[in-house]
């Protein structure tokens, strides 16, 4: 097969590839027009509520894992599953500090997926590197905003460390994601920096509330969720291909 045929070949697998893809992502996109349909967050807090914020994240995690199986389990597939927990447990305002615990497994979880070789190690040029320290001022300067508006909260001794952390953990994921060079993995992982700095803002108040603060959060975290999930499963099938295009 010369080199023609391969390339024709390649966009053909890609295109079916796509296709299969847009079609299993129905259902999340279904769940997600369900959720803003209903609009969960002026329901009072209850399992319906929680199960229909949680179930796009769920059902993104059964698509990792009909594409990807059993074998990245802790990876991103195990970081979505975190995410949705995270997401049930955001719906009561008294179990904030467990859902940030999860929503930490999971970005950790990202990040270990991100230094994977699932992910092709490259060098990191100059302008990753500005990039890098650009994500640092930017969790730095955050959580220097946000740090006397900690003080204020009823449970301040435990939130200044655990924020401290959870600001590390999402901006190392940002800069592992930065050095995948993986476009979706890249932007969906940015998408969820600024979903994770919305909702502190208005959590801690550091804002007055907006009537559309919501909607910016939950629209830039399925964002983000969608585009890791696509990223991951198209880094996987990648991996696979390479030996393949190698033998012509």
């Not at 390649?10 to 997600?32: E, G, I, K, V, Y």
């Not at 399992?47 to 994240?57: C, F, L």
């Not at 585009?227 to 991951?232: H, P, S, T, W, Y």
Request: net charge positive; charged share 10%.
């Amino acid at each position: 097969m010369d080199i023609l045929e391969t390339d024709a070949y390649d966009r053909r697998q890609r295109s079916n590839m796509s296709c299969a893809l847009l079609f299993s992502l129905l259902p999340f996109f279904l769940s997600t027009a369900l959720y803003f349909y209903l609009w969960t967050p002026g329901m009072p807090a209850s399992m319906v509520s929680a199960g229909v914020k949680s179930a796009p994240t769920f059902l993104l995690a059964a698509v990792v894992l009909s594409w990807n199986g059993s074998r990245n389990i802790p990876g991103v597939l195990g970081g979505l599953v975190f995410s949705a927990v995270g997401d049930c447990c955001l719906v009561w305002p008294e179990l904030f500090l467990h859902g940030m615990g999860a929503f930490a497994v999971a970005h950790l979880l990202y990040s270990l997926t991100f230094l994977s070789s699932r992910y092709a190690a490259r060098p990191s040029s100059s302008g990753m590197r500005f990039l890098y320290l650009i994500l640092c001022l930017i969790g730095g300067g955050f959580y220097i905003g946000v740090y006397p508006f900690l003080l204020k909260a009823q449970n301040a001794d435990v939130l200044i460390p655990a924020v401290g952390v959870y600001v590390v953990l999402i901006t190392l994921m940002g800069i592992l994601a930065i050095r995948t060079r993986h476009t979706p993995t890249l932007l969906g992982s940015l998408s969820f920096i600024v979903s994770d700095l919305s909702l502190a803002v208005q959590v801690f108040k550091v804002m007055p509330p907006t009537e559309h603060g919501s909607i910016l959060v939950m629209t830039t975290y399925y964002l983000a969720q969608l585009l890791i999930a696509v990223g991951d499963i198209d880094a996987g099938k990648s991996k696979e291909s390479y030996p393949k295009w190698k033998r012509y």
